[in-house]
C-alpha cells in the first residue's frame, strides 16, 4: 500500500475508558472480523489481560477503510491500530508504540473525564507531534457528562469542545465516524522508499509455534521475505523468515514498505534478540543511524520470590526462564534465605510488573509462591568512595558508609480539588515535594510531585486511594536519584538475623517498621519451651522489642493416657510438621508464619 493511502495511529485511554471494546467495534465495523467469530475484547490474547481487563503487550492490527470523496468516489485506505499497553510500568513500551504513529486518538469515558495515566500518555504523544483526535466514550451511559468532560479535553488538547467526538464503544455510535476522522486527519506517513530500510521494533512476543514475532514500523526503505536483516543495537542478524500483517490473523506478504506496520519472524526463541525500540535494516544494504530512542529496559523494583513447597524450586526456575522468552524487561538471579528457603531475586519493572509476572507463574505453571517485600535500587557509596549497587537488603553494607542514593520520581496526580488537603498530606508524609499544580477545571487539579520510588511501590496507590474515595489517578516516571537518610532495619530472633523481613527505610521510619514488624512476628510464631526474644536493630542498636513468653508445651497430655496408636499418630504428625519447620538459631517456627508475615499488609 502506498504510504498515501495508510493511517497508523494508537489509542491513549486510562484503564476501564474502553479501548478494548472500541477496538472490539472497529474490527466489526471494518469487516476485519465477522459478527460471529467476535469475542469481547478480541486483541487482549493473554488471558490474564482478558481477566484483569488489562492490556498488556501492545498488538497491531491493519483494517482496510474506504472512504468516500465529494464526487462519490471510493478510495481504500489502510488503517494500521496500534494498541499500546495502558500502566506506568511499560511507559516505555507505550513511548515505542506512539513512535511507530501519525496520530492517537484520547478516549476518554464520558462519565469519569480524563485521568492521570491518560494525561501522562497524552503528553507523550504530543511530544512525539502525533494528531490527536478527542474522543469522549461511553455515551450511552445515563451518567456520562459529555459537555462537562468536552470542555476539559478541549482545554488540554487546544481545541473548541464541539471537536470532540462523541461515540459509544458498546453500541457503536459514532465509531464510523471516528474512522472517517482517522483518515481526515492523521497525515500520511512519509519516509525516503529508496533508502536503506529502517524499521523501528516497538513490539516483540514470543509465540510457542512460530518463535519470537516482531511488530515493526517501517520508516524508510522496505523489507522482504528471505533477506538478511540485522538488528542495529545488538549487531544481530538473522534471515526473514517471514513477514507480514496482522488483520487480525497474521497474513504473510511480500513485504513491507515506507510507512508500513506489520510483524517479521526470524526463527529466534528470546525477545531479547528482537528489542523493543531497536532499529532493524538489511544486511547487504545497511543503513549508518538507527531511529533515535532506544533504551534497555531497567528493573527498578525487586523482591525475593519464593516457591512455599520448597520441592518446587526448580519448576519455579525453569518457568521463570520461559517466562523470560516472552518479557525482555524480567530479571533474575538464585537467592537464598533462612527463613524461606531457595528461591530468586527478580528485578520488575515496577510493582503491576511485579503483579503479573507473579500470577502467571502462579497460574500457568501452578505454583504457590510467595514475595518478600518489594525494595528499590540504591547506590551506597563507601568511606573509600567505592559505590556499590543493592538490590536486597541484605547487600546492604554494615558499618560505616559515606552517602546512600535512592531513585526518584516525578508523579503526576488527577484528582477533585476537594482532595488536595488529603494529598499533600499523604506526599508529605511519603517525603514528597511539590512541584507544581493545575485546575483542569473548577473541580479538578492536576498535582505534580518529586517522590521517591520506595515510598510509591509501598502501598502508596491503596493509600492515594482510600484517601479520596477512589476518584484520585496516579502516573510516575523515573527520572532521577537523590541522596536520603536511608538505613537498614534487622529483624532478629533470639539475636539471629531473620533475613526476608531485613528493610532498607528512612531513618525517621525505621523505628515505626521495627514495631510494625516485631509485634507481627510476636503473633505469628508459635510459643517455645524457652522464652524468645524479637527485636529489631539497625546495627548494632536495638530499636524495637517484643518477647514471646516460654510455654511446657506437652502434646501427649492430650491423649488422657490409654490408646497407645493415638500417641503414636500424633508423634508423627509431629515429625512430618517439624519438616516444615525453619530453624532460627534455637528457635522452630513453622514456614507459615513467615508467610503470614509477609502476606499480611
Ligand atoms: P479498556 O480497559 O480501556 O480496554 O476498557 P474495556 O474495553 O475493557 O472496557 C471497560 C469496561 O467498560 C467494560 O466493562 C466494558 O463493557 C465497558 N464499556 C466499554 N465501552 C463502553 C461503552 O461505550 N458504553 C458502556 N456503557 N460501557 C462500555
Ligand atoms: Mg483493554
Known sequence: TPPELLRNFCIIAHIDHGKS????????????????????????????????GITIKSQAVRMPWAVEDEAGALTPYALNMIDTPGHVDFTYEVSRSLAACEGAVLLVDAAQGIEAQTLANLYLAMENDLQIIPVLNKIDLPAAQPEKYAAEIAGLVGCEPEDVLKVSGKTGVGVTELLDRIVQTVPAPHGDPAAPARAMIFDSVYDTYRGVVTYVRVVDGSLSPRERIVMMSTRATHE???????????????????????????????????????TVTNLAKPATEP???????????????????????????????????????????????????????????????????????????????????????????????S????????????????????????????????????????????????????????????????????????????????KTRGYASLDYDVTGEQAADLVKVDILLQGEQVDAFSAIVHKDKAYAYGVMMTGKLKDLIPRQQFEVPIQAAVGARVIARETIRAIRKDVLAKCYGGDISRKRKLLEKQKEGKKRMKTIGRVDVPQEAFIAALTSE
Not at 523470560?324 to 528461591?343: H, I, M, Q, R, W
Not at 511539590?434 to 485546575?439: A, R
Request: proline content about 6%.
Open 291 to 385: 531511529l533515535g530512542g532506544y533504551s534497555d529496559p531497567k528493573p527498578m523494583v525487586f523482591s525475593g520470590l519464593y516457591p512455599i513447597d520448597g520441592s518446587d524450586y526448580p519448576v519455579l526456575r525453569d518457568a521463570l526462564d520461559k517466562l523470560k522468552l516472552n518479557d525482555a524487561a524480567l530479571v533474575y538471579e538464585p537467592e537464598t534465605s533462612v527463613a524461606l528457603g531457595f528461591g530468586f531475586r527478580v528485578g520488575y519493572l515496577g510493582l503491576l510488573h511485579l503483579e503479573i509476572v507473579r500470577e502467571r507463574l502462579e497460574r500457568e505453571f501452578d505454583l504457590d509462591l510467595i514475595s518478600t517485600a518489594p525494595n528499590v535500587i540504591y547506590d551506597v557509596t563507601l568511606e573509600d568512595k
Open 240 to 278: 526473514l523468515l517471514e513477514i507480514g500483517v496482522t488483520s487480525p490473523e497474521p497474513v504473510p506478504t511480500k513485504g513491507l514498505g515506507v510507512g508500513e506496520v506489520g510483524y517479521l519472524i526470524t526463527g529466534v526463541k528470546d525477545v531479547r534478540q528482537s528489542k523493543v525500540g531497536d
Open 387 to 466: 559505590v556499590v549497587t543493592v538490590t536486597n537488603p541484605s547487600e546492604f553494607p554494615g558499618g560505616k558508609i559515606g552517602e546512600v542514593r535512592e531513585p526518584v520520581v516525578r508523579a503526576t496526580i488527577l484528582a477533585p480539588s476537594e482532595y488536595i488537603g488529603a494529598i499533600m498530606e499523604l506526599c508529605q508524609q511519603r517525603r514528597g515535594d511539590l512541584l507544581g499544580m493545575d485546575y483542569l477545571s473548577a473541580e479538578r487539579v492536576e498535582m505534580r510531585y518529586q517522590l521517591p520510588l520506595a515510598e510509591i511501590v509501598f502501598d502508596f496507590f491503596d493509600q492515594l486511594k482510600s
Open 21 to 52: 471494546t472500541l477496538a472490539d467495534r472497529m474490527l466489526q465495523l471494518t469487516g476485519v472480523v465477522d459478527s460471529r467469530a467476535m469475542r469481547a475484547q478480541y486483541l487482549d490474547r493473554m488471558d490474564i489481560e482478558r481477566e484483569r
